[in-house]
């Protein structure tokens, strides 16, 4: 009798997941993972009140004279003097239309708001090429400079009523001296209700305060600082020594996963040792520093150990974060949940010699430690 050897069924099982389970069947996605899906808005807040081309009431300067684009007259304006040291509107309008020229994504919605009192007029076009030229142009021809107090608080209320759940949303605000009269108080309390805000709850919605003088850095500047540090995932203070022309704006991903198996079995590493690697997208300026250093931390637990003193730098878009399973394979096995994935939370700060740098967004990251199935290859064999 004739056999033949039949290779009825030869699979490889490989299970692969790059998600985290949960124990329930469907979860939704965070707000995290929606905001990655957005398009952005980017909305400047321009301080344009007369102080910005150096109008003063101090007489211990030389009288000023008229000035074009914008045109001003010191004389009749009833602040008769120049102060050239803080004659900064040219600067800040070039600042103005490099941020925007920067702005890469076409599907980004530009504002510009010029303020004082009031918001006194608005810009708003698409990012392309087309669309920022207009903008440019725009800012260039603005003439209104008119005497007015500097009502910060009232004009960044106004500013967010722009802001929308289905973008992430941007405020840049450029000013050169403290809120007028009451606003200060006003601006401070707004700020530290940030997260409660209708307009600014919620993840997607930034502030950048572009502090440009040091006048704007006194009493209540210094509150704001403190308080950005309370809300650093949502508010940046961008003080006089920096400039917001030169900073590189980053946003970081927040879901990344270790496949246990994967260092222990040779495919990555035998020892548990390994990277995580955490996507790095930039959100405003032209490259990230080849010297920018960021320092992670994990939350106390017994399965994953990062040095917060190692110095992660970018790699083709990534921050390469090294780290060590603290546990055997065979106690993994033993102790993680069979059920869903073990969820460990890191976090990500930029060291503090890096001036040049910040995290807009959220800075930490959530880790899933998965345990795959152990390959296998199943035969079944048949004769005739």
């Not at 669309?131 to 260039?140: A, D, F, P, S, V």
């Amino acid at each position: 009798m004739r056999h033949k050897l039949l290779l009825a069924v030869a699979t490889l099982v490989i299970a692969c997941l790059s998600l985290p389970l949960r124990a329930t069947t469907v979860s939704s996605p965070s707000e995290d993972q929606e905001e990655a899906f957005k398009k952005e808005r980017r909305i400047f807040l321009w301080d344009v009140t007369i102080s910005m081309v150096g109008a003063t009431r101090d007489a211990s300067f030389p009288k000023g004279t008229k000035r074009s684009k914008p045109s001003f007259d010191y004389a009749k304006s009833g602040f008769p003097y120049y102060n050239a040291s803080k004659d900064i509107f040219d600067k800040t309008r070039e600042t103005l239309i490099k941020l925007i020229s920067q702005v890469q994504n076409e599907s980004t919605e530009i504002i510009v708001l010029p303020f004082r009192n009031d918001i006194v007029g608005e810009f708003k076009a698409n990012a392309t090429a087309a669309g920022k030229e207009q903008l440019c142009n725009q800012i260039m021809n603005w003439n209104d400079l008119k005497p007015g107090g500097t009502y910060t608080a009232t004009c960044i209320q106004k500013a967010v009523s722009y802001f929308t759940s289905d973008r992430i949303n941007r405020l840049v605000l450029l000013t050169d001296g403290e809120p007028s009269d009451n606003e200060g108080s006003k601006l401070i309390s707004f700020l530290q209700n940030w997260r409660g805000h209708k307009e600014t709850r919620g993840n997607g919605n930034y502030l950048v305060y572009v502090m440009l003088t040091d006048e704007a850095n006194g009493e209540v500047g210094n509150t704001i600082i403190e308080e950005s540090k309370k809300n650093p995932e949502q508010i940046t203070v961008i003080t006089p020594e920096d400039d917001i022309s030169e900073m590189v704006f980053i946003s970081i991903g927040h879901n990344a996963s270790i496949h246990v198996r994967d260092y222990f079995d040779g495919k990555v590493s035998t020892n548990g040792k390994g990277v995580i690697d955490i996507p790095c997208n930039i959100v405003e300026g032209q490259a990230i520093p080849d010297n920018s250093v960021f320092h992670f931390t994990t939350e106390e637990n017994d399965f994953v150990e990062i040095d917060p003193s190692a110095a992660v730098r970018v790699s083709e878009g990534k921050l390469r974060v090294p780290f060590t399973l603290k546990k055997s394979f065979e106690e993994n096995l033993a102790t993680l949940p069979s059920d869903h994935d073990m969820l460990i939370n890191i976090s990500c700060e930029k060291d503090a010699a890096c001036k040049s740098i910040e995290i807009t967004g959220s800075r930490a990251i959530s880790v899933s430690l998965v345990i795959k199935p152990e390959p296998r290859v199943k035969i079944s064999w048949s004769t005739k």
